[in-house]
């Protein structure tokens, strides 16, 4: 039962990492700015010079380690899983994704990114399998506290767009629907795959 638990969990790490992953690189491709951690990391490589690659890397370990001493069960085998699904698959989607020459269109089909992002994460969340590093602290916080998901992950969003937006990141469109909308899908998805029970069932 336990490895049919954890074959569960693990499929669900896989398949929320895949959606958000082509939800960011929609939301992003599409001409609107940045979204929340993405203007962080423009803001840190336009002040030390490092590669965007590398100022997400460092983000995510600074994440990481605050969550292991803050609430140490929020990191697991889908902490690791996640990081290098997500990684993989959003370079993968930048390179096959298009967009067309009507602004219209790609609203829209930012709008779609970010929705599919907020869905992918509150997936993979879902399992309790362990967090992506930015889920990792808003989880914690928001568990550790009893404060609710979508408020703190609407405040953590705010504190990285004005950070980053103060080192140099670019700020868009794009940033304040992630503000907006992330917390309250993520959120709601969690809530909504824990409704139906199927960890429960698998104990």
Known sequence: MKFKKYLIKTLIVIVGSIISAYGITLAIGAGFGGATLAILWQGLTNVTGMTIGTSSFVVAVVMII???????????????????????????????????DIKAVNFVLMLLGIVLFSFGTGLYSAADFGRGSYEAVTFSLAEKNN???????????VLMVVTGVLLGGKFGICTIATVLLSGPIIGATVNTVKKIGVFKAIQ
Do not use: C, P
């Open 147 to 157: 404060w609710e998901i979508k408020i703190v992950r609407m405040a953590l969003d």
């Open 66 to 100: 605050f969550a292991l001493f803050y609430d140490r069960k929020q990191i697991n085998v889908g902490t690791v899983l996640y990081q290098i699904i997500y990684s993989f698959f959003v370079d993968v989607f930048t390179k096959v994704q298009h967009y067309t």
